[in-house]
């Protein structure tokens, strides 16, 4: 009997396997800014430059180390570009960028949107969907990826795992109203984010939810994630097998699904890791 047949509920474990990361590791970069204020990016060793958007996140994400101290406030194009620079400075080459370190894009759109378009390096971003005026408008821009972090496959579950996420329904709306406006290039490029977390979201009615939700949209990519542990925090990812059996009923029913890649696992810079603060701040906390 596998875990999907065993019950509602995958059995709640922490993950005990690791990833080799061999001597390519992820690197994270403080960025100071101007005012005192420190975010954090990552360069992965695929070679993509995780960037942060704001400085903290208003989301409010139970399991996310990013927001837990709230949001201070949003980043000017400069300070984007600042965090591109910062990796150059030393001797990274990135061969992409994308949004999806700490913040909400769509909650700073004038900045976020200039870089996406003025950008030389193709640029992709992650967010909650919120606002979702702003997400309508986002799908359309010329962006290299846009990935949507759902974690549910009910709405009770989304209100629960992200308290200040968009309206789930309406979320799922925003998508069917602009579907027939894109084009299948663009559809393509459409992604949603589930991080796996135990008891929470991995039962039958949550992954069977999200499969009957993604079914009018079968270009949509869904990623599979797994969690970063972060201090303080109870949330665990189910065991390897358990996810593997998740992987394997969506790809039976023909949905196009993904694992997480070795660098979003790493602990160092992985998903829901990176931090911002003040510069005083961050120095008494080492």
């Not at 894009?105 to 971003?125: A, T």
């Not at 909650?128 to 010329?142: N, Q, S």
């Not at 023909?254 to 829901?272: P, S």
Request: hydrophobic letters at 35%.
């Amino acid at each position: 009997m596998g875990y999907l047949s065993s019950g509602n509920v995958l059995r709640r474990a922490r993950i005990t396997h690791m990833i080799d990361h061999g001597s390519q590791e992820n690197t994270v970069i403080a960025v100071e800014l101007a005012d005192g204020c420190v975010v954090e990016s990552v360069y992965y060793g695929s070679g993509t430059l995780c960037l942060s958007s704001q400085v903290g996140c208003a989301m409010g994400c139970p399991f996310c180390a990013s927001g837990a101290n709230g949001l201070l406030r949003s980043l000017t194009g400069g300070e984007l570009r600042q965090q591109v620079a910062a990796a150059g400075k030393r001797g990274l080459t990135p061969r992409r960028l994308t949004l999806s370190g700490i913040g909400e894009p769509l909650q700073n759109p004038g900045p976020v949107k200039q870089f996406i378009e003025n950008s030389e390096l193709p640029v992709s971003l992650t967010t909650t969907g919120k606002p979702l005026a702003g997400l309508a408008e986002f799908l359309h821009l010329p962006h290299n990826g846009l990935m949507i972090s759902l974690h549910a496959g009910t709405a009770a579950t989304h209100c629960r795992v992200m308290p200040r996420g968009p309206d789930f329904e309406k979320l799922w709306q925003v998508l069917a109203d602009n579907w027939p406006l894109l084009s299948g290039n663009r559809r393509r490029r459409l992604g949603i984010n589930y991080l796996l977390l135990s008891g929470i979201n991995d039962s039958m009615d949550e992954l069977a939810g999200l499969y009957r939700l993604m079914q009018p949209f079968p270009e949509i990519t869904l990623h599979l994630l797994v969690l970063n542990r972060v201090e303080g925090s109870a949330y665990t990812s189910p065991p390897r097998a358990a996810i593997d059996e998740i992987h394997g009923f969506f790809s039976e029913r023909n949905v196009h699904v993904r694992r997480a890649n070795r660098w979003r696992q790493q602990q160092k810079g992985g998903c829901g890791t990176l931090v911002a603060g003040k510069r005083q701040e961050r120095s008494s906390a080492s």
